[in-house]
């Protein structure tokens, strides 16, 4: 099989190698910095994937004149597959990684859910890729997206938070790594609602306001907010 890529980023490049070890060759990478799209040759290949940002992908379908014989797939969460005009690119799917992927650090496959919809090269790419594989309608991929994003980067933006509090107080982020790693192990061993400790659960309410007295006032609001919507969750007779 052959494919050819429009993005040399984090996707692209753990895609291009995972393929080339499955044994597919990659003949372009084409990027704004590189091989420019409009040298892409469709016709000499089975797919072409584009792996780019999610808002990039319209603006570059439009740039393609010619789509040629390859399948076309995007690897977006959040884009549905009707970002495809099915005149221009007959055929066109969804090859999306349910993974935050990193050049320099090796992505380990197997552990990586592909959610695929659309043409069924898609799938047969995918299970070249991955053991954990399944189809999946752009609306609900799109949720998906949504609860990885919460999961991940939200939840690495709580953890900057806390980076900042103790640095503030001139003490080491190191000192909460192993509460971080516990947190994580709970959360893969049971429902993270059943998981759940702290004074927001229990509704401790003189705990938190002497939590939010003691925070700048930025912080302040991301606590409030968030135990908040923890107290509807489990004492919606009260509010902070």
């Not at 061993?189 to 007295?213: C, F, V, W, Y």
């Amino acid at each position: 099989m052959r494919v050819s890529f429009i993005g040399r980023g984090n996707v692209a490049t753990n895609f291009a190698e995972r393929l080339r070890r499955c044994g597919v060759e990659v003949v372009q990478m084409c990027s704004r910095s590189g091989t420019p799209v409009a040298e892409l040759d469709a016709d000499a290949v089975d797919a072409v994937i584009v792996a780019v940002s999610d808002d990039a992908i319209a603006p570059i379908l439009d740039q393609v004149s010619d789509a040629g014989s390859a399948v076309w797939l995007h690897t977006a969460g959040s884009v549905g597959i009707d970002v495809f005009d099915p005149e221009k690119f007959p055929r066109h799917g969804i090859l999306y990684p349910l993974q935050t992927m990193l050049k320099g650090r090796e992505t380990d496959w197997v552990k990586v859910p592909m959610l695929v919809e659309g043409d069924p090269l898609a799938e047969e790419l995918a299970r070249l890729m991955s053991p954990s594989v399944a189809r999946l309608d752009s609306e609900s991929r799109r949720r998906l997206h949504a609860a990885a994003v919460i999961c991940c980067n939200m939840a690495m933006y709580l953890w900057s938070l806390s980076e900042e509090l103790t640095t503030r107080a001139g003490l080491s982020f190191d000192m909460l790594r192993p509460l971080i790693d516990l947190t994580a192990a709970r959360a893969l061993e049971m429902s993270p609602a059943q998981a759940m400790t702290g004074p927001a659960k229990r509704g401790d309410l003189l705990t938190m306001r002497k939590h939010i007295n003691a925070l700048p006032a930025d912080i302040a609001d991301v606590y409030r907010f968030i135990s908040n919507k923890m107290l509807q969750q489990f004492h919606p007779e009260i509010q902070l």
